[in-house]
């Protein structure tokens, strides 16, 4: 064997990142992964442990630590919320992604009943590391296998919503991430939370953080009722709030009619439905007419990122979230582009109303082929997206789409869906309501992304330079 030579040895090292780590320190049951340890997560962990506050795992914090239903969910229309991944967002949960299980099939899942004050956290793939706190709504839900849950000991001093905060903070995002690293996708075992580190910091900003989420929660539901007002003015605006046609035990229609239309299902011809297609149809326009689809495609580049919107980014309020995602990478549905003012609206059906508003700073991204793209042109974007939300246009979409697994309306159907002439006092009220709701949503999450960054300024600095910046933000 020949002697170690040192400049060789140096050379070969020369642009690696070196860490050396104690076999004292190893953690997570002796795990030897070389990122595990890698400066990313390990110099937040550092700085944590370094800091003034008791550090206690969740496994002390915490009487229960498990997750939802493993086995097959039994989806149902209404019945009891069944919180999926998707659902949980950063200090919130998105109703509108949730789905129902019989309250038969509920009772069979006692283990992942939801309580109050429960705090909810993803544990795989897309939706990876997301934390929020069950409110009273929520009481009573159930949820997924993919979905954690963490109740917390009373004699813990630790609130639940300051909690969720610290495990969406970059502290808490760290020590998930880290735990995370497995071999295709990002993925935190149960047992794997029993070591997360919390900082217990002291009531008043434990409480001051609460009371800026519950803030934030406050806007969200100024959003929510400003955006159902405006679909309840639509509503009366075209004729259909209140609209109640007798459905008769049994009808007749001529066969041209269903030759014409090209189906032969019965709840097509019901005459509740006939009547909403007299009237939404009144005027001889379609979708077609006042917003024809843009075909800009996106072809992924060899090298830099993309901002991707996907089905799963579009929530409840209208808005579209996207992430940035490698052009080495790009999924196989990134497959065109969106303009500022385009309105996209889903194929797929399984959940109604996915439909959003692209805005300006999200000029240029790449959405899903799961999207349809309007360009509105005869009528503004927020009354068109208004429009296609409304629960009888909704239906009326049901009505065509395809008998699967995931029911999908075809673009040519949604392009032919009847829409009536919209009043231009209508739709600059329309237009109004909109603009305040989303100014409520954006200080919703800036009131969120405040409580994150306050406690980090605790560990960082100290707190009352936290205190000090939460009072500059509220």
């Known amino acids: 064997m020949s002697p170690f030579d040192e400049a060789r040895y140096a050379r070969l090292l020369e642009g690696q990142e070196i860490r050396e780590v104690q076999i004292a320190a ?34 002390k914090a915490c009487n229960v630590i498990t997750d939802g239903d493993h086995g097959s969910a039994e989806y149902a229309d209404e019945g009891v919320t069944f ?38 956290v993803t ?28 109740r917390i000991e009373q004699r813990a001093r630790i609130d639940s919503r300051y909690l969720a905060t610290f495990l969406n903070s970059g502290y808490g995002q760290a020590q998930l991430r880290r735990r995370g690293i497995k071999a295709t ?40 009722q400003v955006l159902e007002k405006t679909a309840g003015d639509l509503l009366h605006a075209i004729g259909l709030d209140g609209r109640q046609v007798p459905e008769p035990r049994s009808f007749v229609r001529n066969s041209s009619e269903a030759f014409a239309a090209g189906r032969l299902d019965a709840e097509f011809f019901t005459p509740h439905v006939r009547d909403m297609l007299a009237r939404l149809g009144r005027d001889e326009l379609t979708i077609q007419d006042v917003a024809p689809v843009r075909k800009e495609r996106f072809t992924p580049a060899a090298s830099g990122d993309f901002h991707y919107i996907e089905i799963g980014g579009v929530g409840a309020d209208g ?33 109604r109303r996915l439909s959003a508003v692209i805005d300006s700073e999200q000029d240029g991204y790449v959405c899903s082929s799961g999207f349809v793209v309007l360009q509105p042109r005869a009528i503004k974007p927020d009354v068109l997206l208004t429009y296609l939300r409304l629960p009888p246009v909704c239906a009326l979409m049901d009505l065509h789409t395809s008998a699967s697994l995931y029911p999908a309306i075809s673009e040519t159907d949604l392009l032919a869906l009847p829409i009536p002439e919209i009043p231009a006092a209508t739709q600059q009220a329309i237009e109004k309501s909109a603009l305040a709701a989303r100014q409520a949503r954006q200080r919703a999450t800036q009131l969120l992304d405040a409580a994150k960054r306050a406690v980090e300024i605790a560990i960082e600095q100290d707190e009352k330079s936290a205190l000090a910046y939460l009072e500059a933000q509220a």
């Open 319 to 351: 808005a579209a979230q996207a992430e940035s995602v490698p052009q080495r990478e790009a999924p196989s549905r990134a497959t065109q582009y969106v303009r500022a003012g385009d309105v996209v609206t889903s194929t797929v059906r399984p959940i």
């Open 185 to 224: 996708r990002p993925e935190i075992k149960l047992l794997e939370f029993a070591d997360i580190l919390v900082p217990v910091m002291s009531d008043g900003l434990q409480r001051r953080i609460r009371q800026t989420v519950l803030d934030a929660h406050a806007q969200r539901e100024q959003a929510s």
């Open 123 to 150: 544990k795989t793939g897309v939706y990876f590391g997301k934390s929020t706190v069950v409110d009273q709504r929520f009481a009573g839900a159930n949820t997924i296998a993919h979905v954690g849950i963490l």
């Open 26 to 59: 190893l953690e997570n049951e002796m795990t030897i992964g070389s990122e595990y340890y890698g400066p990313t997560y390990s110099i937040p962990v550092d700085r944590l442990k370094s800091s003034p506050y008791q550090c206690i795992p969740l496994s």
């Open 83 to 120: 919180v999926l991944s998707e659902a949980v967002e950063e200090g919130w949960i998105d109703n509108f992604k949730c789905r129902f299980i019989t309250h038969k099939h509920a009772r069979k899942l006692p283990r992942s009943t939801l309580l109050a004050e429960d705090v909810l």
